[in-house]
């Protein structure tokens, strides 16, 4: 089956109203602002290259199971699309395939939810084999259970922002062509996955240490990345920049390399095909030895955007993983609100364009890979167990007591938990042995 994601330009730009819903039961979550949520979604719109014209709220008990916002709204929806001259209406919640089929037929342009405009983005941005597939199988997966009912209105459903998506086929109206599409995507991905693994092996075997970029997306990271590294990557003021995930060496202070990885920016009701479908990228953050969660501090949103990323690394199982807050754009805060910035763990509030807080950020991550310091008891005649202690640490004291050498060794906890560990239970069983023999047992 041929992969259409692309292969579709629009004719004309996309002239957009923007609708939302206010319903009581949104009203009542802590992290739901409508006013900030439509704003995003403006947003969205722009990035996904749409000429916004206006906006419309509806307040309402409930959603309409047919016309979404009731049938009074639409009317008024219609008038305001037909005033506004608009061929397409953009929704900040999702659509059930019967709302898009009502609403399409009676306003007679063409109807995209907030889901399939997020979707509609990352296809845009997909640049590698691996993000192409895992768009495409997103974008299938939703259109999927939608099908039903839509007839010569499929197109306009599978096509996107300016008819690009997985529609616009005689294919993609048979259930059956899509099923065997969305398998041969899933096997296509199990093979790249194959190779990823093997990636991450080959590191894990290196003991390169790993450090993941997360957060909201447009917080910062990608710039971050590139002025940490000066990584060649694609840095820009708008939502999903970048999408594939990037890899580049970093040099901390003292002489190490490390491996610093830029994710996916995280997104208010990132959809869950697309954090399944992404879930294999998405897993760096489970491999990496520390996480830096990058917070755009500027943002009025900063609160809700902060717990939309601790839910997601919850679900990818990487919540308890170390991790540094970095507070980024301090310099576009007034600085009494600058210094009110708490997290929970360590934090630092830095501007990505200020050397003096890059080095911070390098120092910060010397000093969580670095580690605390551990002392170790060990019989000076041992050499092979105190090579073990230079070997896995930096050793910052060394003095003899008796026919003992004692150790304070810098160590990682990586490489603790490798190793250091063994070391440290010999170290007990020595100093036991010493308690039997009536030595002392100072020991750590």
Same mark, same amino acid.
């Given at each position: 089956?041929?992969? &259409?994601? &692309? ?24 992290? !739901? ?5 439509? *704003? ?33 709204? *639409? ?20 659509? @059930?395939? +019967? ?6 037929? =009676? ?22 084999? #691996? ?6 199988? *997103? ?66 075997? @290196? ?27 694609? /840095? #820009? ?28 920016? =995280? ?13 294999? %990228? ?29 839910? /997601? ?5 990487? &919540?308890?993983?170390?991790?540094? %807050? ?15 910035? %708490? ?8 501007? +990505? !364009? ?11 991550? #010397?000093? $969580? ?5 551990? @002392? =170790?008891?060990?019989?000076?005649? $041992? ?7 230079? $070997? ?31 070391? +440290?239970? !010999?170290?007990? @069983?020595? +100093? ?6 009536? #030595? ?5």
């Amino acid at each position: 089956m041929k992969n &259409h994601l &692309h292969d579709i330009q629009p004719d004309a730009r996309d002239r957009a109203v923007l609708v939302s819903l206010v319903t009581p039961q949104l009203k009542r979550q802590d992290d !739901y602002d409508p006013e900030q949520s439509l *704003a995003e979604l403006v947003r969205l719109a722009e990035t996904a290259g749409v000429e916004v014209l206006d906006t419309l709220t509806q307040h309402k008990e409930y959603q309409d199971y047919r016309w979404f916002i009731g049938k009074g709204k *639409a009317e008024e929806l219609k008038r305001l699309i037909e005033a506004r001259e608009a061929n397409t209406a953009i929704f900040d919640q999702e659509l @059930s395939g +019967a709302q898009v089929r009502n609403l399409e037929q =009676f306003l007679d342009v063409k109807i995209i939810d907030r889901t399939q405009l997020i979707l509609d983005i990352f296809a845009q941005r997909a640049k590698t084999r #691996e993000g192409i597939i895992q768009v495409e199988l *997103a974008q299938l997966s939703y259109l999927l259970p939608r099908l039903s009912g839509h007839g010569k209105n499929l197109s306009r459903l599978g096509g996107g922002i300016g008819t690009r998506g997985p529609g616009e086929s005689k294919l993609e109206t048979d259930r059956r062509h899509i099923r065997g599409r969305i398998s041969e995507l899933k096997r296509q991905l199990q093979e790249v996955l194959r190779h990823r693994t093997l990636h991450r092996e080959r590191r894990k075997k @290196s003991g390169v240490y790993q450090v993941a970029l997360v957060g909201y997306t447009n917080a910062g990271k990608s710039t971050l990345l590139r002025q940490l590294t000066s990584a060649d990557v694609y /840095v #820009e003021n708008q939502l999903f920049a970048t999408l594939d995930p990037t890899s580049r060496s970093l040099r901390l202070p003292g002489g190490q390399d490390i491996l610093l990885t830029d994710t996916v920016g =995280f997104i208010q009701n990132l959809p869950h095909d697309l954090v399944a479908a992404f879930r294999a %990228t998405l897993e760096e953050v489970c491999e990496a030895d520390l996480i830096l969660h990058v917070v755009d501090c500027s943002s009025p949103m900063m609160n809700v955007q902060m717990k939309v990323v601790d839910s /997601v690394l919850k679900e990818l199982g990487a &919540h308890g993983k170390e991790r540094i %807050t970095l507070f980024n754009k301090a310099d576009a805060v007034p600085a009494g609100r600058v210094e009110m910035l %708490t997290a929970e763990g360590p934090s630092l509030r830095i501007s +990505a !364009y200020n050397d003096e807080d890059l080095l911070r950020v390098k120092q910060a991550i #010397e000093e $969580r890979m670095t580690g605390g310091n551990r @002392s =170790f008891r060990i019989p000076a005649d $041992r050499g092979d167990m105190i090579s073990v202690a230079y $070997r896995i640490g930096e050793v910052v004291d060394s003095a003899v007591e008796g026919s003992d050498m004692l150790l304070t060794v810098r160590i990682n906890n990586k490489e603790y938990e490798k190793i250091g560990h063994m070391l +440290a239970a !010999y170290a007990m @069983s020595h +100093a036991a042995e010493g308690m039997h023999r009536g #030595e002392s047992s100072d020991h750590v």
